[in-house]
Structure formats: C-alpha cells, structure tokens
C-alpha cells in the first residue's frame, strides 16, 4: 500500500482546534465495600474538587498508553502495576461545555481489580484516595452534572445525606462505568479474584452482593454457580465451618473458565 499523502491545498486550521483527554474509573472491593479511586485536582478549574484520575493525551501517544501514564503519575501506583491492569474502554464523552478551558473530548476506561495498594497523589493531583462509591454514586435517581468550576472546593467527605461532588462530567462517567463492571460479573468469572485462595459460595455469592448492590437468594445462586461448567471447582478435604450455626460450608477454588455459559444476571428490583 502506497504511503498516504496530505491533499494538496489541505488548512488544517480551517477546524477549531480541541483536546483529547483520558479519564479512568477504578473500582475495588474493601471491607466488603466497593470502592472507586478518586483523586484531588491541585489545579483549576475545579481546584480542590475531587475527580478520576485522567489528563490530556499528548500529541504522540495513544489514548491507551496516557491512560495508564495518568494513572501511574496521579495516583502513586507503579508503572508495573498500573501497566499490568486491564482497562477497558467505556465510551467517548463530547459534550462542548464539559470542559470550561476548551473543547475537551475524554475517552474513559473502567476497570474493576482486587489487592490494589492504597495510592497517593502526583502529577496534578493533590491527594488520591479510595472512596466507598455510595459516597458518590447513588442508583435511582437521575446523573446530574459536575459543580460549577466557580463553586467552593468539594469537602473529602459527603455532607450528611448527601454525595460527594466530582469535576466535570465525572458523576456520570463513574455511573456508567458501574453498570459496566456490574455487567462484567454477569458473563466473567472475574468475582473469583476477589475471593481468597479457596472459598466457600457464600463468600463469592459476598462479592456479587457487594459489586451488585443487591441481595442474591442463596440456594438460587449456589445452583447458578454450580452449573456453569468450569465457574468453579471443589477442593478436596474437610469443609470449612460457617460463622454461624449452619453445617460447614464446602469449599472451592477458581476453576478453569474465564467466561461464564450461560451467564449470571442480576436480579431486578432486590436491593442490598
């Protein structure tokens, strides 16, 4: 194939210029509580506000390769570790006005990952943090916009009753990146990571309620997850007592399938 040429006479300034940036939202699961990893912005606009780590893609790099440089610098995570992550891509998000500095278009990732160290700010941002997400995120009711650029720094901690704001459009960036990772769960035997070495189904039926946000029948589950040939398998020895007064509980480990046939949908309508 022939090298392609620039046509002659092409003004490339004859388009308004705009910029590119990633944003990245995180989830883990800690003290049986998922969590998001925010960040500080030690800059304006939105100065003092907390955010998704992210930033502007530079003019020789790929979206992908500025996500995981983002990630690293703002958070304190190792370049091997935030290498190592898989982020997928969630969508582009273009609305003029997102950003008031200039036309910004993002494109995010999401990613949900367990045993992730606690991180510390750099690069722009001021702090990082893992933040439980139902101090940013509450279902139901409609996403609403980011605070105005001009409003006051957001507090580390949510009013009583109430969330804490984040820059921008990352509210609904964090919102849509929730269904996504709830969704992951339902076709991925990814829930397993977040369970120790061996478990019980108890304990794996626990990170589905968590990452979930809902309450899954027990006897239905147990049933779900023993047919879905290699979710999981059973570990030979003497099973493991429950914390309760319950017979002892059987244990399993992780088993050979990465993708789960048929999958494993939420319930409607149960909530936590």
Known sequence: MNTPRVPDGYDPSAFTPFAVTVDLAVFTVRHHHLHVLLVERGLEPYLGAWALPGGFVLPRESAGQAARRELAEETGLSEHTAGALHLEQLRTYSDPDRDPRMRVVSVAYAALVP???????????????????????????????????????????????????????????????YDRIGAKLEYSCL??????????L?????????????????????????????FVQAVDGPPRRTGGRGKPAALYRAGAATTLHPPLLRPEGRTA
């Open 202 to 230: 108890g304990e794996l039926r626990q990170v589905y309620e968590t990452v979930w946000g809902v309450e899954l029948d027990g006897p239905n589950f147990r049933r779900k997850v023993l047919a879905t040939p290699g």
């Open 115 to 177: 045993d992730l160290p606690e991180p510390r700010g750099g690069g722009d941002a001021a702090l990082a943090r893992w933040t439980d997400l139902s101090q940013v995120l509450r279902p139901g009711p409609p996403r609403g916009a980011g605070p105005s650029p001009t409003d006051p720094p957001a507090s580390p901690s949510p009013a009583p009753g109430g969330l804490v704001p984040l820059a921008f459009d990352h509210g609904d960036i964090v919102a849509d990146a």
């Open 191 to 200: 829930a397993t990571a977040f369970c120790p070495p061996e478990f019980t």
